[in-house]
């Protein structure tokens, strides 16, 4: 009874404690943190300033002239969606092919837009034959979606490469791996703008303009760069990950803004930046810009109502100046794709891009997280199938944590051992509580039997679980992972029925009856390993004894595969070597007794 009270105890303590950290750190750290930058803006004006104001208050503290740069406002084509299909779209202008390994589709010559991408290892669904994953479309559709790089000046420099400006292809029309192309831009005042875009063989884009002034008086320009999305994804995931707009910047670092947030708050503007990122992200692709280096910027979130609604990532540049004569170079990064961790981690190394493996959402648990990704993707690289390395991470886990739990399980023989004492103690002192615990502590310690030992085993799994959990559900490389038969996602729940005898009989099931193969076999080794110990006797807990497996058996049916296979893998290893510990003891196991007993016909109770 002792040990299953213990069980019941770290269930109730598992949950409390994610509860607490939630309540009473997560939530106050949010909450003063919102407070700070309320209290600052109100404060100073200033620091809430546009990112165009900011940098003419910057401009005008070095005692330049104040900036008259600014980010375009939508231009026209952008106001409203036109509707069409996209390929209708995508012929209303001229554009450069891109086809490299990794990625197909286009850059709209109109403003040099990356308005046209998808994915050429990445399909909607299970199916290799579903369309490939779309992540950028023109802004004439409804679901529109670019990254754009332009500069923005006073009306002396003319006008500038933004929106609407029409960029001609000089040489090579196809944009690949191992082919740049160079698109140039010459405007009434004398600036000729040259921009070599190249890419690699996955998702870095890497923009190079070249700004030379042929005129006779220099020229002040700033460059800016934003990532525009027009509407939302439907399929937005839960609270366990962020997904919206992101960056990390300046002396903010990391910023995660839902897009909940930034629709109440229009517009967040933290300070300058000498480097960093910012885009918008999603559980598994993003986009996103790398400033250059050369020159402080301005970066701004921000929800725009102005004809179409639509959520941005934009950047202002400090200005640079051009004198005649003269040439200035800016490099600019755009990454678009796929959340890959190795090639995430890759960038970030290559580049010298500051954190940028936070595109990943880790979680505040990520030195858990981190590592069980790791561990996991190098055993898959020995086997070959994510599943079996979940199975195999299980192992190690066990053999990691053999020590704790051997002690564990071995001071729960011993409370067997002297279960006679403890019925003894209980019927002695019956009416004396007190007493009842003083002398039951006095058996501990004689016995040398820790009452808590039996939370360990569970405890220590939960935060595995939490980050399998995790990494199941964040990393791509989880997703459309195969097992084996019908498991073909280990990213999705098992897709499996018990009440349509799995696909034996021609009907849908709704999904709170998805009660696949997988779930029902951690379900039974839950219920054996529960079954190992004694029934209690008290009739409430005799009651959740029973019914607990059951109940987790519907909740897990709803989480991926590979968190229920790693489950059900951990119950069958917890049940061998629990039953193997037992039996060293010269302890009793009680698991065939549990079960014959529940066949027997219980005794009429007196009345």
């Known amino acids: 009874m002792q040990n299953n009270r213990n069980f019941f105890i770290t269930i ?54 104040p900036s008259q740069a600014t980010i375009p406002n939508a231009p026209a084509s952008d106001q409203a969606a036109v509707g069409g299909s996209r390929d209708q779209a995508l012929s209303a202008n001229m554009r450069v092919v891109i086809d490299t390994p990794s990625l197909s589709g286009s850059i709209n010559l109109t403003g040099a837009r990356l308005d046209d991408l998808s994915l050429r290892h990445y399909t909607e669904t299970v199916d290799k034959n579903s369309p490939k994953i779309v992540l950028l479309n023109p802004s004439t559709l409804n679901d529109g979606y670019f990254a754009e790089i332009g500069f923005s000046g ?103 803004i839902k897009y909940s947030k930034i629709e109440e708050e229009k517009q967040v503007t933290p300070g300058k930046s000498d480097d960093g990122w910012l885009g918008i992200t999603d559980k598994y692709w993003a986009v996103a810009l790398v400033p250059s280096a050369k020159q402080p910027f301005q970066p701004r979130f921000g929800f725009f109502g102005d004809g179409r609604t639509r959520y941005q990532s934009d950047y202002l540049t400090d200005q640079i100046t051009v004198a005649p004569s003269q040439s200035a170079t800016l490099e600019t990064r755009i990454f678009a794709g796929a959340k890959e961790v190795g090639t995430i981690n890759a960038y970030e190394k290559t580049y010298n891009i500051r954190q940028f493996d936070l595109l990943i959402d880790w979680g505040w648990f990520y030195f858990i997280t981190k590592p069980m990704f790791w561990l996991i993707d190098t055993l898959y690289k020995f086997f070959g199938n994510f599943g079996l390395a979940i199975i195999a991470t299980t192992v190690l886990v066990k053999a990691v944590f053999f020590p704790l739990a051997n002690k564990s399980y071995a001071s729960m023989a011993n409370m067997k051992k002297v279960q006679p004492k ?102 039974v080794t839950m219920f054996l390993q529960m079954r190992m110990n004694p029934t209690p006797p008290d ?69």
């Not at 106050?28 to 200033?46: F, G, L, T």
């Not at 029409?166 to 698109?183: D, F, K, M």
């Not at 103690?425 to 040398?448: N, P």
């Not at 084996?484 to 009907?507: E, K, M, R, V």
Request: aromatic share 12%.
């Open 12 to 65: 109730i303590l598992s949950v409390l404690i994610l509860t607490l950290w939630q309540v009473f750190y997560m939530n106050p750290r949010i909450e003063a943190q919102r407070e700070a930058a309320r209290i600052e803006a109100e404060q100073n004006p200033a620091s809430q300033k546009p990112a165009t104001e900011a940098a003419n208050s910057g401009a005008a503290q070095n005692g330049q002239a």
């Open 154 to 256: 006073s009306p002396e420099a003319g006008t500038l490469p933004g929106p609407d400006t029409q960029w001609t292809v000089e040489g090579n029309n196809t944009l690949t791996a191992s082919t740049p192309v160079t698109l140039t831009y010459t405007n009434d005042k004398g600036l000729t703008f040259k921009r070599v875009i190249s890419v690699d063989d996955n998702y870095m884009f890497t923009v190079d303009d070249t700004v030379t002034n042929t005129g006779s008086a220099p020229v002040s320009l700033a460059n800016y760069g934003r990532v525009t999305r027009f509407e939302k994804p439907d399929d937005r995931s839960t609270y366990v990950l962020h997904e919206g707009l992101i960056g990390v910047i300046g002396k903010e670092g990391l910023q995660e």
């Open 422 to 523: 403890m019925t003894e103690i209980r019927e002695k002192y019956a009416d004396d509580k007190m007493a009842q615990q003083k002398a039951m502590m006095e058996l501990y310690k004689t016995e040398k039997i820790n009452p808590v030992a039996g939370c360990w085993p569970m405890l220590i799994q939960v935060p595995v679980f939490f980050a399998l959990y995790k990494v199941l559900y964040i990393t791509i490389e989880m997703r459309h992972a195969p097992f084996f038969g019908w498991i073909q996602d280990l990213a999705a729940p098992d897709p499996t029925s018990l009440f349509n005898l799995f696909g034996l009989l021609p009907f849908a099931v709704p999904a709170f009856l998805m009660i696949g193969v997988w779930p029902l076999i951690m379900g």
């Open 539 to 607: 009739p409430t807990q005799a009651m959740i004894f029973t019914w607990m497996p059951i109940v987790f058996t519907f909740m897990m049916a709803g989480f991926p595969a590979g968190l229920v296979i790693y489950w059900a893998w951990n119950n069958f290893l917890s049940i061998l070597q629990q039953g193997i510990i037992m039996k060293r003891q010269g302890v009793k196991i009680e698991l065939w007794d549990n079960l014959a007993g529940m066949f027997r016909k219980k005794p009429a109770q007196a009345k």
